[in-house]
């Protein structure tokens, strides 16, 4: 949802792109918006976002103050992380050299601020033009902030919560022109959980069970290359019959050290799907942003004692070993 408190909006024309089904979709201000302090741009991004590129461009004279920042992962007043890119004014408008920008970036947590880094950009800056913008990426690589002109000028990684991402909000401490203000943001799909309402009602379930390819598995070994494959932790898992009927359905109960927070016990890790050959099924993995991964996966159950799962993708498999209860 993005709120704008831009007074003057109302007198300009909005373009308002078509929303992809599962993403946000992204907004501009053309022509040109006076933004004034008192101004704000506000969005609420989803709870988990796989991408994120927020993007704002302004426009002020060189011989004026230059003061933006962003705010994003905002969970509330005294949490948050932010990036501040500001110019001090100068005496004249002078179009032969200009003025350096710093760039800030913090965290606040519990009501204390830390700072992350902090920088000075002199170089590379065209003092013929008064547009600068500042941007925030988020996706599979990593989280990066980038401040620039007509190109960028710095580039930074930074850390981006993508569970509870929590809010995001433009502010500017002089006026300027905001010529753009966009947002794009590939949502993760809404986590599924196990049909049980509990893990006691869950092992009531596998007590009964007579299906060999139904039980607790907890992790044994591995064949990985680490440069391309990561095992997010020791986890433990169950296997049940699929509630639609088709295959087997993964559940999570413990285990995770990366990105553990994301996880909850009795939420479905994946699933295992038939192929047609006995103990061989095609696997719908499901990592910590809701993506699920099904390109060339597959899964073997052996003799009902082994779990395997292949990611040739990555060169690499992960063997879990049956157990009588995963505690």
Known sequence: MRAFALAAAVAFAVTAFAQIPGNIRQEYYRP???WMPADTVRDILPDVCLAVNAHLRVRVPSHRRLD???????????????CRLLREAGPVDDRLMALPLTVTL??????????IHSATIQSGLDPASDDYSLKLVSNRSGSYVTIGQKEALWTREVPFR????????WFCG????LLRCSLGVEKAEPYSFARFDSTEELDAYLAASTDVCEGYWIYFDRDTDPR?????????????????????EIIYLGGARTNATAWREMRIKGYLRPTGFIGHYDLEWIDPSGAVHKRETSADIVDGSSLTLYF?????????????KAD
């Open 162 to 169: 993508v569970h509870d991402a929590g809010e995001m909000l």
């Open 312 to 324: 040739p993708l990555y060169a690499g498999k992960v063997r879990y070993r049956r157990v009588s």
């Open 228 to 248: 391309v494959f990561s095992v997010g932790g020791d986890y433990r898992l169950a296997t049940v019959k699929a509630s639609d009927n088709n295959g087997y």
């Open 68 to 82: 933006i920042t962003l705010v994003y992962n905002r969970i509330d007043s005294a949490n948050y992380r932010s």
């Open 106 to 115: 913090s965290e606040v947590s519990g009501g204390i601020a830390a700072p």
């Open 32 to 34: 040109p918006v006076k």
């Open 174 to 177: 002089s006026e300027s022109e």
